[in-house]
């Protein structure tokens, strides 16, 4: 089992919905997660980061996270076809130095 | 504000021949990473340095060494390239630990021929 795994994708939404990208991870350890978007031909940028059981909101993004389900999710309200990307969700743990990333889901938002 | 700075951006060596990947960051962060990027393959660590002085291997260390040349900067060296070793490879930066979010550079994307 892969220590961080993504809906393998690729995802398509109209423009206007909810993108869901959803992300599992199986160290029970890992205490920290963040979502990176990629666009094609570029670098991965950090987007959202999590700590805590709930919800975090940054304008039309909100990073879910269920530490009891080891489940880490990103919503995007409103997508727009400039959220067409790769995404990659990472998770951490305080005691270490690494991010262990998953493959990352791609999504393409269509106008 | 540079971030993380990644050269070269492009090259293309022959099989056998080696080079250097450098990177450097002005962040002042303490922790260091190399990744390579293939297609469907996600990020994969090669090597890290969680402080200046340390260097540990990743999930994929053969054929790489690295060098933590002081805090700014971090260097990856192919010493006899392959074709397996075409890939995008990124550096990235944290202030450190696992509850840190990693900065990336732009990416060195290299073929061997």
């Known amino acids: 089992q892969k220590e961080v795994e993504q809906n393998s994708g690729p995802l398509s939404v109209p423009e206007g919905a909810i993108a869901s990208l959803n992300c599992t991870y199986s160290d029970r350890g890992s205490q920290s997660f963040f979502w990176y978007r990629q666009y094609s031909g570029k670098s991965p940028e950090l987007i959202m980061f999590i700590y805590s059981n709930g919800d975090k909101e940054d304008g039309r993004f909100t990073a879910q996270l269920n530490k009891a389900s080891q489940y880490v999710s990103l919503l995007i309200r409103d997508s727009q076809p400039s959220d067409s990307a790769t995404y990659l969700c990472?998770?951490?743990?305080?005691?270490?130095?690494?991010?262990?990333f998953g493959e990352g889901t791609q999504l393409t938002v269509n106008p | 504000n540079a971030g993380v700075t990644q050269t070269p951006k492009f090259q293309v060596l022959k099989t056998g021949q080696s080079m250097t990947l450098q990177c450097a960051q002005d962040?002042?962060?303490?922790?260091m990473y190399w990744y390579r990027q293939d297609p469907g393959m996600g990020l994969r660590l090669i090597y890290y340095s969680a402080s200046e002085g340390t260097t540990d291997k990743g999930e994929v260390p053969n054929g790489y060494n690295v060098s933590r040349l002081n805090k700014r900067e971090f260097s990856l060296r192919l010493e006899s390239a392959a074709p397996s070793q075409t890939s995008v490879y990124f550096c990235a930066s944290s202030p450190g630990g696992g509850n840190q979010p990693q900065h990336f550079g732009d990416g060195t994307r290299l073929s061997i021929l």
């Open positions: 990472a998770g951490g743990k305080t005691s270490g130095s690494r991010l262990t």
């Open positions: 962040m002042n962060h303490n922790s």
